[in-house]
């Protein structure tokens, strides 16, 4: 037995004695902003309740509303479409423009130039694109300078859906070039010359060093727009309803605005249990997806 404490490293000793002092307030912070309302919101998700009165049990009562709910289907079926076509989009044209600006003498400037669009609220991007986009807007007008007299109608709701992917991957691609950038940029410069003497080729180039090498950082950038994917709200409210989301055609729909009018709706009762039921819904869905794609993404660590 004292032979077990004298060979006990005294640094080691010390870091555990300071293991709950310096995690524990954080750990606190964490249970009482996250785990708590998540847990809050599962227990709602049973009830019936409009904020109100009282509550009254309804079980899985509200899952099976979401089960037969059109509405809802659309929602989810609008955010899976976010999700992946936004995200292919959105990484396919982040990774041409890391590689074209490579090289570039500017590209500091560049990065910044392209992440500040980040720091600018949504909103202002989607009042640009509907104001572009306008039936009298700059887009229409130059069309009719080629001789297409029959304008395509834009923000017709047939078309607002792939309007509000184009404004988010308009808004995101800054945002995902600089990460990437700044991953592309430690990068040893000779792999890039040994391939070249070996032949290689751009796009060989690009499989077999760039991508294998940036990897991590890529799977990471795929986990941030997953989750981001199932919070878009504010474009949706913008390009469907204006400045009364209620007037968002369901076409639109993502599962924050249907959470958001089943609570908050103005036309009827609030329905927070029914909300509550939604954004479960919505938290194991991006769980599960963010699970998956965490594995189909994973690699071996290639070290350089």
């Not at 000793?13 to 307030?25: H, N």
């Not at 079980?59 to 037969?68: D, P």
């Not at 950038?181 to 290689?200: F, K, S, T």
Request: charged fraction near 15%; include cysteine; charge should be positive.
């Amino acid at each position: 037995m004292v032979a077990l404490r004298i060979g006990v490293d005294p640094l080691e000793r010390q870091q555990r004695r300071l293991f709950w002092p310096f995690v524990g307030p954080a750990l606190a912070f964490y249970v009482t902003l996250f785990l708590a309302p998540i847990a809050y919101a599962a227990y709602t998700s049973l009830y019936k309740w409009d904020g109100m009165g009282a509550m009254q049990w309804k079980g899985l009562g509200n899952y099976e509303i979401l089960l037969n709910d059109p509405s809802f289907h659309t929602s989810v079926l609008n955010t899976l479409k976010i999700m992946v076509i936004g995200g292919v989009a959105t990484f396919v044209i982040s990774f041409a423009l890391t590689m074209a600006l490579r090289e570039m003498r500017g590209r500091m400037f560049a990065r910044s130039v392209m992440f500040f669009p980040n720091l600018v609220n949504a909103l202002v991007f989607g009042i640009a694109a509907g104001f572009i986009f306008a039936p009298d807007g700059p887009v229409n007008q130059l069309l009719r300078l080629f001789g297409v007299d029959a304008a395509p109608k834009w923000l017709s709701v047939d078309n607002l859906p792939a309007m509000i992917i184009g404004t988010l991957v308009w808004t995101s691609t800054g945002y995902y070039t600089t990460i990437i950038m700044a991953a592309v940029d430690q990068i040893p410069r000779y792999l890039y010359e040994a391939a070249e003497l070996e032949g290689a080729n751009a796009w060989q180039r690009f499989r077999n060093v760039t991508l294998p090498l940036s990897w991590d950082v890529v799977t990471v950038c795929a986990v941030l727009w997953t989750v981001s994917s199932v919070k878009v709200f504010e474009i949706v409210m913008l390009f469907g309803g204006g400045s009364t989301v209620s007037n968002a055609p369901v076409q639109t729909w993502t599962t924050a605005m249907y959470v958001y009018l089943s609570a908050f709706s103005p036309s009827s009762v609030p329905k927070f249990g029914l909300a509550a039921a939604a954004a479960m819904v919505s938290l194991v869905m991006v769980g599960l997806l963010v699970v998956l794609l965490r594995r189909i993404m994973r690699r071996e660590r290639v070290m350089m």
